[in-house]
Each structure stands twice: as C-alpha cells, then as structure tokens.
C-alpha cells in the first residue's frame, strides 16, 4: 500500500511540474522574465524530478537505483521539448551525458539480466531482454552453426525473403534521407537509425529462426519459433496430433507457420504459457504448426509420446 502511494506522490508532482512548465513558457510571464524561468524549469525537469523518483519510489524499495538513469534521460528529453529553443545552452550540455548513459544503461542492465536479476520491473526486463537478445543475433550470431532439430524458416527459403526487405529498406532508406535532410539533418539520421535498426531486427529473427529449432529431449517439446515465441509442453500433456482443418484459427492456437497454412495441430490437454517477444506471454492449447520436415516431425512427436 505505501509502495504505491509513493508511486502516485511521484507521478502525480511529477506530471504536475511537466504541466506547470508547459503553461509558464506560453505565458506573459516568461515573457518578461525569460532567462530566470527557463533556467528554474530547466533544474526542475532535469533534476527536481530524477531526485524525486529516488527519494519516493527508489528509496522506498518499489524500484531498482538503475531505473533512475532512464528517469533521467527521459526528462532531459521533455525539457529539450518544452523549454525553448534559445533558453537550451544548459540541455545542449546536457546531452554529452545522457548519450553516454543510454549506453551504460543498457550495458549494466544487460549484466544485470545476466546474473538473473533486473530493473526490478518485471515488464521492463522482459522487453529489454528481448530487445538485447534480437541485438546479440542480429550482430553476433552470423558465424554460429545450425543445431539439430525441427526449423520453420527454410521451405519458403526466408533467408531470401529477409534479403530482398533488406535490399527494398536501403533503397527506401536512402531516398527518405534525402528528401527529409532539407528540412531537418537531425530528423533524417533518426529516420535512417531506426532503418538500420530495423535491418538488424530483420537478420536478428532471422538467425534466432535458424539457431533456435525446435526440439525434442527429455520427454519434453522445446517449441521455439525463432525468439517470436517458445514455449515448454511436456509430450504427456499432448492429447492428440492431427491434420489442420479449417477451424484452427481460434483463440488459444498459437500458429508456427510462416507465410503458408499450418499442416499439423498438436491439441494440448492442459493450456500452457508461450513467452512472445517484448514480454509478451499468451495462454495456448493447441500449436498449429508447419514445419520444414513434417513428416520427421511427426514421427519424432509420436515416437517419443506424444501421441496418446
């Protein structure tokens, strides 16, 4: 209870600073006084809030002192929106220091979720994880050799499809940087950032779909689509391996098929938790599933049990 009483204390003075500002530099107000105003406003984004969120939420144990980096970043940013432009020597300055704590914040929390632990916020840790991990595949998993099991990836040969998005992205890319350079050089690198960073999401998938099969140990389906979504089914919780009919596209049937229809539904007597991408979690009976060999797989799924 106290816990989110300081959690409402701090959102509540903190959105009500961001409002005050907000109002203040469309004023006449800071129109007389315009130095003195945006100089205090500017120490209260940057700083009064930050120094807030320690004493109320992080003192009070309702998060991890790690959290108050990206607090602080956060805030930076509102002030470089809210105050104006000509009041901005001191956030100009400001932004050698956040630049590099973006940085050490992903690296400390990266080691963080190493160890097993995290922000503290079990939603935070999620997304990060899974934004770290599309980075890892996507930049260090080029030379890594395929592990034995079940893939979904090649009878439509993706490898190409990612290759040709790859190809129609810089293309795009490169136009887009032009035409939007004339009106602003800050705004067109951004654009062209995210591109890049969406070609790096492309081969990350791509690679976590070659290196994550699917597999079958220890009496227990390891289902792995890529890191789009896993999940753990023992083989004596499968009731029943059958041909996909048309009625498979209902609530609780995750699909493992790409581009195509699923060729096989593996009914689940008991619904299970599949972990997704950015944290998400689903609750699932049924797998509706094509994979590159799927007669192999189906023997494999019977032989080993699951097919009482």
């Not at 203040?24 to 930050?50: C, E, G, K, Q």
């Not at 081969?203 to 999940?231: E, F, K, M, N, Q």
Request: with cysteine; glycine share 6%.
């Amino acid at each position: 209870m106290i816990t989110s009483v300081r959690r409402s204390v701090f959102a509540f003075v903190a959105l009500s600073i961001v409002a005050f500002a907000a109002v203040v530099f469309r004023s006449a107000a800071y129109a007389r006084h315009p130095d003195v105003l945006a100089w205090a406003f500017t120490f209260d984004l940057t700083l009064t809030i930050p120094l807030l969120y320690y004493a109320l939420v992080i003192r009070g144990g309702s998060a991890s002192p790690i959290t108050i980096v990206p607090v602080f970043v956060i805030c930076v940013a509102v002030a470089m929106r809210l105050v104006p432009h000509d009041q901005h020597e001191f956030l100009h300055q400001m932004r050698y220091i956040t630049a590099p704590l973006d940085v050490v914040m992903m690296v400390l929390v990266a080691r963080r979720l190493a160890r097993g632990k995290g922000t503290g916020n079990g939603v935070v840790d999620r997304v990060i994880a899974s934004e770290l991990e599309i980075l890892r595949y996507g930049l260090f998993a080029w030379r890594r050799p395929e592990p034995a099991g079940f893939t979904v990836h090649k009878r439509n040969d993706w490898a190409t499809i990612v290759v040709c998005f790859i190809v129609a992205i810089a293309a795009e890319s490169i136009g887009v940087h032009l035409l939007v350079r004339h009106w602003s050089a800050t705004a067109a690198w951004v654009l062209t950032g995210l591109d890049i960073y969406g070609v790096i999401w492309l081969i990350g998938d791509y690679h976590a779909l070659r290196l994550r099969p699917t597999t079958i140990t220890d009496g227990v389906l390891h289902l792995h689509y890529g890191l789009r979504w896993s999940a753990e089914i023992p083989l004596a919780n499968i009731a029943g391996i059958a041909p996909a009919s048309a009625d498979w596209k209902r609530k609780g049937v995750l699909s493992v098929a790409m581009l195509d229809e699923p060729r096989l539904v593996i009914a689940l007597r008991k619904p299970v938790v599949a972990r997704g991408l950015l944290g998400i979690q689903r609750t699932i009976d049924a797998i509706a599933i094509l994979p590159d060999e799927p007669e192999r797989f189906e023997a494999a799924l019977r032989l080993q049990g699951g097919n009482e």
